[in-house]
């Protein structure tokens, strides 16, 4: 399922599961979002997309190098 046209809350942890982005946002079309990682280490994070008003959510892993 994906989760369009309602407001979502973005977490981005580290590798020890710090909190290092958190923002709410209205995805602009087709779910897509940036992200300004210029001061971001680099390592591995994980990405947790969570829709504000139901249970759908979704995992993912970047690597910044």
């Given at each position: 399922?994906?989760?369009?046209?309602?407001?979502?809350?973005?977490?981005?942890?580290?590798?020890?599961?710090?909190?290092?982005?958190?923002?709410?946002?209205?995805?602009?079309?087709?779910?897509?979002?940036?992200?300004?990682?210029?001061s971001?280490?680099?390592g591995?994070?994980?990405?947790?997309?969570?829709?504000?008003n139901?249970?759908?959510?979704?995992?993912?892993?970047?690597?910044?190098?």
């Amino acid at each position: 399922d994906k989760i369009t046209n309602t407001s979502c809350l973005i977490q981005i942890f580290d590798e020890l599961g710090k909190i290092i982005f958190k923002e709410t946002t209205l995805p602009k079309s087709s779910f897509s979002f940036q992200i300004n990682t210029s001061s971001f280490h680099k390592g591995i994070y994980f990405i947790m997309v969570t829709a504000i008003n139901s249970n759908e959510s979704y995992t993912g892993k970047a690597i910044i190098q």
